[in-house]
């Protein structure tokens, strides 16, 4: 089975544990033995237990790329868009990354779905369905309709078209109506339209070739930006009349805001916290070293990293999002391909960062032109390279690197942590220069 998985947004209704670089996605909230797994890795996971040997590429931003790395590993293929152009390119380009880079026949299907939605192994049994269908049958687009638990005005709508004898001969789409209407369409046998459908790579080429011009993988990256702006739904699928549906009846929930997640999760803490029994119906989660009590509340959820601290009314924290536009600051905390990174102080003329890489894993062979910076070794072990000279590395080392220096850090078998000060009038992310070790 081959799945492209559509990862974008930067998750601010779930601030602070989201920001620029970790989306929703990559929250690691959710119970797996004794730590937590993220989004991407749980529906990661459920794909394989249904197909072990399924071809999974995640079509996503420049911006994502660690995060994924560091979270499933450098085997899943990547699909990276150069620029945002909307669900049609994105999609257009990780079909062409299949065919042209990975080698995926074009007589083969792919089914392209949401990398966040909170499901069950049945969801994945009917999206295989939904592959074998578009794969074997006749029709160029396969859609999943989800059965609607309620009137949402959250969600777009699939509705069947009957003809005089009552036998289904087409659907429209509608998207997110009005509660009245949304009423309507479930009691004519509407279903919720999850962005969820399957095709033969061979068809979205063709659209590819129609609509932007070319199905070539390189070219259309190279050009990427003068694309063509435009949704799938728009597209493509309002304008199909070869269109098959089939039904997913099981549990399946869009997790976007702190309301809905709380309500996913198997446990009321994660991290260190205290609750007095006069509390009820409270979520925390807590990535910092500090802990938090909270006492007589009711209905509130609690989360604390080091972007900032969120103290909310459940059903209140949907409507936090021009709150936090508001709020400029650079990324506190962010996982990338060899490990991750937390500030943990910013001051005039100096920032102070705790970096944590993953065994035998290393960073950019780099050097800065507006900052000096100091390593101390806080544990682990590894193997400093500054200007072209080797060093072994352990705790309580300190490593000097001066403006112009080159300098990168591979750490051991057991990995490496390091305090990282770097001093300068301007420190900037984009104050990096990068070399061939």
């Not at 309500?263 to 990535?287: F, K, P, Q, W």
């Not at 009711?298 to 900032?308: C, L, W």
């Amino acid at each position: 089975m081959n799945i492209i998985l559509l990862s974008g947004g930067s998750g601010k209704r779930l601030w602070p544990l989201s920001n620029d670089i970790r989306s929703k996605q990559f929250i690691k909230i959710f119970k797996k033995g004794d730590g937590y797994e993220s989004m991407v890795q749980r529906i990661y996971g459920q794909i394989k237990a249904v197909d072990p040997q399924a071809t999974v590429t995640i079509a996503t931003s420049k911006s994502q790329v660690s995060s994924i790395q560091n979270q499933l590993g450098a085997e899943v293929g990547i699909s990276v868009e150069p620029c945002r152009r909307d669900t049609f390119a994105a999609i257009a380009l990780a079909t062409a990354y299949l065919h042209d880079v990975q080698g995926v026949a074009e007589s083969e299907a792919v089914v392209v779905c949401p990398v966040d939605p909170y499901v069950d192994s049945a969801y994945f049994e009917c999206v295989n369905e939904l592959y074998k269908t578009a794969e074997t049958g006749q029709k160029n687009l396969v859609l999943m309709g989800i059965h609607p638990t309620y009137p949402s005005e959250k969600y777009g709508y699939i509705k069947p078209v009957y003809s005089a004898s009552k036998e289904i001969e087409g659907y429209t789409f509608t998207e997110k109506p009005s509660k009245e209407k949304a009423e309507e369409y479930i009691a004519a046998g509407a279903l919720w339209n999850g962005g969820v459908f399957a095709y033969k790579l061979s068809y979205v080429l063709e659209k590819a070739k129609e609509i932007l011009g070319t199905c070539d993988y390189s070219t259309m990256f190279a050009n990427y930006e003068s694309l063509k702006k435009i949704s799938f739904d728009y597209a493509v699928v309002e304008a199909e009349t070869s269109i098959d549906v089939l039904t997913y009846t099981g549990s399946w929930e869009d997790l976007g805001t702190w309301n809905s997640l709380t309500g996913a999760m198997e446990e009321t803490i994660i991290g260190d916290a205290r609750l007095n029994e006069s509390c009820s119906n409270v979520h925390v989660i807590n990535e910092l070293g500090i802990p938090i009590l909270g006492m007589g509340l009711h209905d509130v959820v609690i989360s604390a990293s080091p972007e900032g601290i969120l103290v909310s009314d459940k059903e209140q924290s949907s409507y936090i999002k021009p709150f936090v536009d508001e709020i400029d600051q650079q990324v506190m905390f962010a996982e990338k391909s060899w490990g991750s990174y937390r500030v943990l102080d910013v001051e005039e003329g100096s920032l102070t960062v705790k970096v944590t890489l993953n065994p035998g894993h290393k960073m950019n062979y780099h050097s800065h032109e507006q900052r000096d910076e100091v390593w101390t070794v806080i544990s682990g072990s590894g193997k400093t390279i500054v200007d072209g000279m080797e060093q072994h590395v352990q705790v309580g080392d300190v490593i000097t690197m001066a403006i112009g220096c080159k300098h990168t850090v591979i750490a051991g078998d057991e990995g490496i942590q390091l305090i990282e000060v770097q001093l300068g009038d301007e420190i900037s992310v984009n104050d990096k220069k990068k070399y061939e070790l």
